[in-house]
């Protein structure tokens, strides 16, 4: 702890524009963190010494920052406040260098571990950090155009040991992502960050037989893909782009082109999601073209979902039917036996699910109560994935005019899965309740959805549909 020699009069004048009291803003910090995993021993007196000028741990500035925007209804972020993080100058970024694609897999390794620091340390520079348009191009022509690299082959002694450490970080990697699919990503994030850091970047940095180094690095590029995912469903979008994007060097270190296509689509998901919907279609094209030739039919379907998504975002109602039929055609090829292990989890049921967000977008509503209910398989829906569909299917019934349905699907939604640790599924509530309000903002439904998200989801302000989550 650090102490500075004025009072916090930023931190004073913030508070009061809340109308927040010591204890009350004390109470919300303690609340955001136990949400998150975390422990902050906050009360009216470490407020107190805020005011006074103490400096807390750079953490703790986020969630004071987070509760005090909360209250206000606008992002309030750590330096207005009176705090710098002591980290690095407000302003800079130590990972900028990692929203592009590295030239080599060292280079990668260094980004990694800058960014996972970061990340830990909730720095603020990363968490005031947007996701960076700019390397799109340079990250699709990177990993499709760059240089293979030849690894030179060490003695055989070391397969063994090395082959066994590759499918340990698969299982890990499997475990965890079944927690994000049940939690959230917000869930795993803190333990992915520190097995990368501790258990995998080591291992990378040492000498390999050429195969099991190919092994190693896409073992690694499937954590980072699901470091990224986990970063992005909590709303973190710089680190998420930025894994995604380390990642990819990864992916090309192990000569692995469909981890590097899955690590496209996921950077065609967040772009189409940011409305970045050019960029979307550019990085599902390319993903197609990494894995061309290789990809097993769940593999490419899911792949060209991700393109006509984009499709549909951007308006584009023939090109996205044209793109999702050549999904489906090839979905009909799925042979369960054949497919990697990873993508077991794009069954008929999530296809359908692509197809329900599309004509959703395209405000097309018959289709997406069709769609709607494939996509929710009695037994193996995970509870994010229902989540989100019961909310494709709310918005589906609003925009055909049948506000009760909508409204009940809903809040079925939210009763049915309770509190996810994920900013995207809390920004779908938001928009529905906000074309809720704007259409029906009488019906009685209305008031109990608001009702149900601001008890699960308290940082949200609904008066002006604002959602303060930790976007980066």
């Known amino acids: 702890m650090a102490v500075t020699k004025e009072p916090n009069r930023l931190l004073a004048a913030v508070m009061r524009e809340a109308g927040v009291s010591n204890k009350g803003l004390a109470a919300r910090v303690r609340e955001l963190a136990a949400r998150d995993g975390e422990t902050i021993a906050a009360d009216h007196v470490s407020v107190k010494r805020w005011l006074d000028g103490t400096s807390p741990k750079?953490?703790?500035q986020q969630y004071i920052a987070l509760a005090l925007g909360a209250k206000l209804g606008r992002l309030v972020k750590p330096e207005d406040i009176g705090f710098t993080g002591g980290l690095q100058p407000v302003g800079t970024d130590a990972t900028a260098d990692a929203a592009e694609y590295p030239v080599s897999s060292s280079t990668a390794l260094d980004q990694l571990g800058k960014l996972t620091a970061a990340d830990l340390e909730d720095q603020p520079s990363l968490l005031s950090a947007t996701w960076n348009p700019a390397s799109t191009s340079g990250a699709i022509t990177g990993y499709l155009?760059?240089?293979?690299?030849q690894v030179a082959a060490a003695d055989d002694p070391a397969m063994h040991s090395g082959a066994t450490a590759a499918a340990a970080i698969r299982t890990t990697a499997a475990h965890l992502m079944d927690l994000d699919f049940k939690f959230g990503g917000g869930h795993v994030r803190?333990?992915?960050?520190?097995?990368f850091k501790t258990e995998i970047a080591p291992l990378l940095r040492q000498a390999h037989p050429a195969p099991v180094r190919r092994e190693l690095f896409s073992a690694a590029a499937d954590v980072a893909q699901l470091l990224g995912w986990s970063a992005y469903d909590a709303g973190r979008h710089a680190a998420a782009q930025r894994y995604f994007i380390q990642g990819l060097r990864l992916a090309r270190e192990a000569e692995s082109p469909v981890t590097g296509a899955r690590l496209l689509s996921n950077l065609s998901h967040q772009a189409n999601y940011l409305g970045r919907h050019s960029d979307a279609v550019q990085f599902?094209?390319?993903?197609?073209?990494?894995?061309?030739?290789?990809?097993?039919p769940a593999v490419s379907s899911m792949l060209l979902a991700m393109e006509a998504r984009a499709l549909?975002?951007?308006?584009?109602?023939?090109?996205?039917?044209?793109?999702?039929?050549?999904a489906e055609l090839a979905f009909s090829k799925f042979d369960p036996a054949n497919e990697p292990e990873w993508i077991r989890y794009f069954t008929a049921a999530e296809l359908a699910g692509e197809a329900a967000h599309g004509f959703r977008d395209l405000g097309r509503p018959a289709e997406v109560r069709r769609f709607a209910d494939l996509a929710v398989a009695p037994d193996d829906t995970p509870p994010r994935t229902r989540a989100f569909i019961g909310m494709v299917s709310a918005?589906?019934?609003l925009t055909n005019g049948d506000v009760d349905e909508a409204?009940?699907?809903?809040?079925?939604?939210?009763?049915?899965t309770g509190a996810l640790q994920s900013s995207r599924y809390v920004r779908y509530l938001v928009d529905f309740h906000r074309a809720l309000s704007e259409s029906h903002g009488r019906h009685p439904l209305a008031g109990q959805l608001a009702e149900k998200i601001i008890a699960f989801y308290p940082e949200v302000t609904l008066g002006t549909a604002v959602v303060l989550s930790r976007v980066a």
């Open 58 to 60: 750079a953490a703790t």
């Open 145 to 149: 155009f760059g240089d293979r690299l």
């Open 190 to 195: 803190r333990m992915l960050l520190f097995y």
């Open 284 to 296: 599902a094209r390319a993903a197609q073209t990494a894995a061309q030739g290789l990809a097993t």
């Open 312 to 326: 549909a975002s951007s308006g584009e109602g023939q090109e996205f039917a044209r793109v999702l039929a050549r």
């Open 395 to 397: 918005a589906g019934a």
């Open 407 to 416: 409204a009940a699907l809903a809040i079925q939604a939210i009763e049915t």
